[in-house]
């Protein structure tokens, strides 16, 4: 089945110690987004990729940079955690710019959990 | 700037009592609207979206640009229902940047 996938599922890092988390989909889909969820909280955008076009949300932490390599693949690096990025990072796809389809609708990956000691 | 509010963080109901969810939204075009829906360690998925005017496991919502409201709801209420719903809007003009609600907590007792 075409997907979004996250690896790892759990993430362990120390305070300070790079961390990356990456995504993968095999909808050939042309966006890719980045968010964060704290407990209780709505998913709050990083940033995301539109095509090859990064585009950074106003308030994303310099500490958050990411990486798109290919369509398939993109990167979550945390240069430096701190305690307040323990976190769920959720990657998402959308097709944008089609003709009918799934226009506008996200798809998900199951998320990694990330804990910073 | 757009706006998605979810007044209640918890709603808690027995197996078929009726079920609204509530979605409020501030946006001076018009926008188009979903509900995703996570079940327990399930990932996050649309469950429907305004646009398609269509059921879903027995849930509808209507668009009422009067009130600026999305409201989930469902007549009868299955403990399968349990799970976290999220209103989402997208502004108009295809902009695929949605803002999400902060979710509600659907308990559905047996």
């Known amino acids: 089945d075409a997907m979004v996938i996250q690896n790892p599922r759990y993430q362990v890092t120390q305070f300070g110690k790079p961390v990356t988390l990456s995504c993968s989909q095999t909808?050939?889909?042309?966006?890719m987004y980045w968010y964060q969820q704290k407990s209780s909280q709505a998913p709050k955008l990083l940033f995301h990729?539109?095509?090859?076009?990064?585009?950074n949300e106003a308030d994303t932490p310099d500490n958050f940079q990411s990486r798109r390599p290919n369509t398939s693949f993109c990167f979550l690096d945390i240069r430096s955690p701190g305690l307040g990025d323990a976190a769920m990072y959720l990657c998402?796809?959308?097709?944008?710019?089609?003709?009918?389809?799934?226009?506008?609708?996200?798809?998900f990956g199951p998320g990694t959990r990330l804990t910073v000691l | 700037a757009q706006r998605v509010t979810q007044p209640e963080k918890l709603l808690s109901v027995f197996k078929g009592a009726p079920v609204e969810l509530k979605c409020n939204y501030s946006y001076s075009g018009s926008p188009e609207l979903f509900w995703y829906v996570q079940y327990s360690r399930q990932r996050l998925q649309l469950l429907l979206r305004?646009?398609s005017r269509e059921s879903i496991k027995g849930f509808t919502a209507d668009l009422n640009k009067g009130e600026t409201s999305f409201h989930l709801k469902k007549p009868f209420a299955q403990e399968e229902d349990s799970a976290m719903y999220y209103c989402a809007l997208s502004p108009e003009g295809g902009s695929y940047i949605p803002t999400f609600g902060r979710g509600t907590s659907l308990i559905v007792h047996p």
């Open positions: 305004h646009i």
């Open positions: 990729y539109y095509d090859k076009d990064f585009n």
């Open positions: 998402a796809t959308s097709r944008v710019g089609s003709a009918g389809g799934s226009h506008n609708e996200q798809f």
């Open positions: 909808l050939n889909h042309n966006v």
